[in-house]
């Protein structure tokens, strides 16, 4: 699940608000990552004085009602984190590097599919969990991701598939 599909259920000027609120209404079970919840924490952090929840106000510090949300989003959005922490080494300018099998893919599959940072690690992400898990799809409200979604197969064997296409 890319981050993009829960900011916008939340963000109601955001394009994709609609279509996001239909999907989690289905109230599947959805699986993240450690990297989405860094995502939620980054976008979340960075427009917390434009959302309003309940007693906003009423939370000790910023980050304990920070927390609060996530952990709202989390339960209502029928969220599941899954962590599988691999490590790989690999040689790269002469120097043998330990890294997160997520970042070691990413850096394989970095020179075809052309994707930004972040959005590699997603994917290569789910890579490693369609391997250890079975769960082969990723769904995303990012055209460029979507645009990709052929070479993103081939590559990874990771099915993308565009927010408005699973509603």
């Known amino acids: 699940?890319?981050?993009s599909v829960i900011i916008a259920r939340y963000m109601l000027q955001d394009?994709?608000?609609e279509l996001s609120e239909r999907f989690f209404t289905k109230r599947d079970t959805y699986y993240i990552t450690p990297l989405t919840l860094v995502e939620l924490y980054s976008v979340f952090s960075r427009v917390f004085e434009q959302i309003s929840f309940p007693s906003k106000e009423s939370f000790k510090?910023?980050?304990t009602a920070l927390n609060t949300l996530i952990n709202f989003v989390i339960g209502d959005c029928n969220?599941?984190?899954l962590s599988v922490p691999y490590v790989a080494e690999v040689e790269i300018g002469g120097?043998?590097?330990r890294a997160p099998i997520e970042y070691v893919m990413s850096f394989v599959w970095a020179s075809f599919l052309g994707l930004k940072s972040l959005d590699l690690v997603?994917?290569?992400y789910s890579w490693i969990l369609k391997v250890k898990k079975g769960i082969g799809t990723f769904v995303t409200a990012d055209d460029e991701i979507v645009t990709k979604k052929e070479t993103i197969k081939k590559a990874t064997g990771v099915r993308v598939r565009s927010l408005k296409d699973m509603v």
Do not use: G, P, Y
């Open 79 to 81: 969220l599941k984190i």
């Open 122 to 124: 997603h994917i290569s």
């Open 61 to 63: 510090d910023r980050s």
């Open 1 to 3: 699940m890319d981050t």
């Open 15 to 17: 394009k994709w608000h």
């Open 95 to 97: 120097n043998a590097v």
